[in-house]
C-alpha cells in the first residue's frame, strides 16, 4: 500500500489518497488487483470545507462590524429627526389631546430602534467599554420588578438575591441588556403554559476543580447570575446554536436572532463566560459568571436630566450635515429661549465664526461630517477662541471618544450608544 499526504497550514500531514495492492488467487489464476481507500480523502474534504465554513462566517461578522459603525450614525440621526419633531409636537399639543398617546408610541418605538443598534454594536465590538464599579443586585431588583409589571399572573417571579453580593466592574446599560434580556427569553418560554421564572444572584468562589465550571474562566471571585423557566427547554439539537447570531427559534415578528449573541458578546468582553442547561418540557437556566471586585467604590448617582430645564437667551451655532436634524435641533432649542444659527457644511460654519468669533456663546457640531469631521472644525474653533464651549454629538463614532474629545479642549462629548 501507499499513501499521499497533504501537509496543512498548522504542519500536520493529512492522508488524501490510499492505495492498496494485493495478490489474489482464485484456483489456479492469479489475479491482481489495485483500489483507492478514499475514506481520508473525503474525511480531508470535509475538514477544509469547514474551514471554509468557518472562514465565510468570520469574514460576515467582519462585513458586519465595518458596516455597522455606518448604520449606527446614519440611523441614529433618522432618529434623532423623528424623536425631534415628536418632542416638538408634544411641547405643542393639549394635555387632553388623544394625540400625545400616539406621539408617546412612536417615542417607545424610536427607543426600541436605537437600542436594537445598539445590539449590533455591542455584539461587533464597535461600542466603547464602560468599566465602572456596579452592584448587580440594584439591577436584577429593578428587572424583576419591571417583569412583574409587564408578564401574566400565569408566570410567578422568584427573586433570590445574596445581600452580600458584591460588584463587578461594568456598565450599568449593558448589564441591564444582558439581565431584560434572559429574562423576556424566559418569559417567552412559558407564555403558554406559565410557570417559575427565577432570578438570582450570589458570590461564588472558582478554584478550578468544579466540574461545571465554563470554559475560558480562569480561578477567583465571581458574581453568578441565574436567570431559569419551566417553559418548554432546548433541544439538544439546536442548544449549541442559540448564540448565533440571527438564529432564533422564535417567530419572525417575535425575535431578531441577536439578543443571546449580544449578551455573549458583553459577557466576553468582561471576561466573564455563560453557561446554559435545558431540558425539553421541564426548562432552560443560564448562568452568567462576572469578575467580582471588593472594597469597590461605587460612583455618584448623577441628579435625574428631568429634575431641571434649562433656558437661556445665549447664542448657539448649531452644525450637522443632516439638514432635517439640525432643523429640529434648532427649533427645540429656540423652543427654550436660545437664539439659533444652523450650518450644514463645515466651511461655512467656519466661515461664519471667523467673522466675529465673539458672536457665539455655545458651539454644537456632529462629529461624523463630509469635507471637515467635527472634531476637526473643534480644533479649529479652539484655535481661534481657546474659551469657546464646544459640545461634540455622534450617533456613533469609531475613532473619537469621550477622553480624546476633552483631551484636545472640548467641554461635552455626546454619544448616542456609550
Known amino acids: 500500500s501507499s499513501e499521499r499526504l497533504l501537509k496543512t497550514c498548522d504542519g500536520r500531514q493529512i492522508p488524501i489518497l490510499k492505495t492498496i495492492t494485493r495478490m489474489v488467487y482464485r484456483g489456479r489464476d492469479c489475479l491482481l488487483e489495485s483500489f483507492f481507500d478514499l ?3 473525503k474525511a480531508a474534504e470535509a475538514e477544509k470545507k469547514a474551514l471554509e465554513a468557518q472562514l465565510v462566517q468570520a469574514q460576515k461578522m467582519e462585513a458586519l462590524g ?15 429627526v ?19 398617546e400616539f406621539m408617546g408610541k412612536v417615542q417607545d418605538a424610536c427607543d426600541r430602534a436605537a437600542d436594537l443598534v445598539q445590539q449590533i454594536l455591542t455584539f461587533s465590538s464597535q461600542r466603547e467599554l464602560l468599566r465602572q464599579p456596579l452592584r448587580v443586585s440594584l439591577i436584577v431588583k429593578e428587572i424583576g420588578k419591571m417583569l412583574r409589571a409587564a408578564l401574566p399572573s400565569t408566570i410567578d417571579i422568584r427573586l433570590e438575591i445574596d445581600q452580600n453580593s458584591g460588584m ?62 419551566t417553559g418548554y427547554g432546548i433541544e439538544a439539537a ?16 417575535e425575535g431578531t436572532g441577536l439578543g443571546l449573541a449580544m449578551v455573549m458578546g458583553i459577557v466576553k468582553k468582561y471576561e466573564g463566560a455563560i453557561s446554559v442547561s435545558s431540558e425539553p418540557h421541564k426548562g432552560t437556566r443560564f448562568d452568567v459568571f462576572f469578575p467580582r471586585v471588593e472594597d469597590a467604590e461605587e460612583p455618584d448617582q448623577p441628579e435625574s436630566p428631568e429634575a431641571i430645564v434649562l433656558r437661556g437667551t445665549e447664542r448657539i451655532l448649531f452644525v450637522d450635515d443632516e439638514p432635517e436634524l439640525g432643523t429640529a435641533a434648532m427649533n427645540m432649542l429656540s423652543s427654550l429661549g436660545y437664539r439659533v444659527h444652523f450650518e450644514s457644511e463645515s466651511h461655512k460654519a467656519l466661515q461664519r465664526f471667523m467673522e466675529d468669533p465673539r458672536q457665539f456663546d455655545l458651539v454644537i457640531s456632529d462629529v461624523t461630517m463630509p469635507e471637515m469631521t467635527g472634531d476637526a472644525l473643534a480644533r479649529e474653533f479652539l484655535q481661534i477662541r481657546p474659551d469657546i464651549p464646544i459640545i461634540l454629538c455622534t450617533g456613533f463614532s469609531g475613532r473619537l471618544n469621550e477622553s480624546q474629545a476633552k483631551s484636545m479642549g472640548v467641554r461635552k462629548f455626546l454619544n448616542r450608544n456609550s
Request: net charge negative; proline share 5%.
Open 39 to 41: 475514506s481520508a480523502q
Open 66 to 80: 465595518t458596516l455597522s459603525g455606518g448604520i449606527a450614525h446614519d440611523f441614529n440621526n433618522i432618529l434623532g
Open 82 to 100: 423623528i424623536l425631534g419633531c415628536t418632542e416638538l409636537a408634544i411641547l405643542h399639543t393639549p394635555e387632553n389631546n388623544r394625540g400625545l
Open 168 to 229: 463587578t466592574l461594568a456598565d450599568p446599560a449593558q448589564i441591564h441588556q444582558i439581565v431584560m434580556n434572559l429574562g423576556t427569553n424566559a418569559a417567552h418560554a412559558m407564555q403558554d403554559a406559565g410557570g417559575l421564572l427565577r432570578l438570582a444572584l450570589n458570590n461564588v468562589e472558582l478554584d478550578g476543580t468544579e466540574a461545571d465550571m465554563p470554559s475560558g474562566l480562569v480561578p477567583g471571585a465571581y458574581l453568578k447570575l441565574s436567570v431559569s423557566d
Open 238 to 253: 439546536i442548544l449549541e446554536r442559540i448564540f448565533d447570531p440571527y438564529f432564533t427559534t422564535k417567530n419572525p415578528n
